[in-house]
Nanobody
Framework: QVQLVESGGGLVQAGGSLRLSCAASGRTFRSYAMGWFRQVTGKEREFVAAIRWSSGTTYYTDFVKGRFTMSRDNAKNTVFLQMNSLKPEDTAVYYC?????????????????????WGQGTQVTVSS
């Protein structure tokens, strides 16, 4: 079993920054990729960013490109999401997720379908 624990959420003013962390643990943790998603009440969970463990290749949705940066610390099985220039519309619960199996297509990393494990979520609130 894999456990994912997010931290780093909070309240910040527009234009500010937050850094989310997601620590993965389990008897043996190996995953193809990790992802960050976010969800607003009443809306579907949406893709934010992903990173492949082996290569460090990152992927971002358009509305965070240039503002958010995802990184990893292999030794600590931890991924990060550095969020800069935050906007009120970034307010959401942010979830990290692990995709253990290699997906048939990279595009599937942008969906929830290939992620087998999820964290409990951390609230990010950006005030205007």
């Amino acid at each position: 079993q894999v456990q994912l624990v997010e931290s780093g959420g909070g309240l910040v003013q527009a234009g500010g920054s937050l850094r989310l962390s997601c620590a993965a643990s389990g008897r043996t943790f190996r995953s193809y990729a990790m992802g960050w998603f976010r969800q607003v009440t009443g809306k579907e969970r949406e893709f934010v960013a992903a990173i492949r463990w082996s290569s460090g290749t990152t992927y971002y949705t358009d509305f965070v490109k240039g503002r958010f940066t995802m990184s990893r610390d292999n030794a600590k099985n931890t991924v990060f999401l550095q969020m800069n220039s935050l906007k009120p519309e970034d307010t959401a619960v942010y979830y990290c997720a692990a995709a253990v199996a290699t997906p048939r297509s990279i595009d599937l990393l942008f969906t929830t379908r290939v992620y087998e494990y999820w964290g409990q979520g951390t609230q990010v609130t950006v005030s205007s």
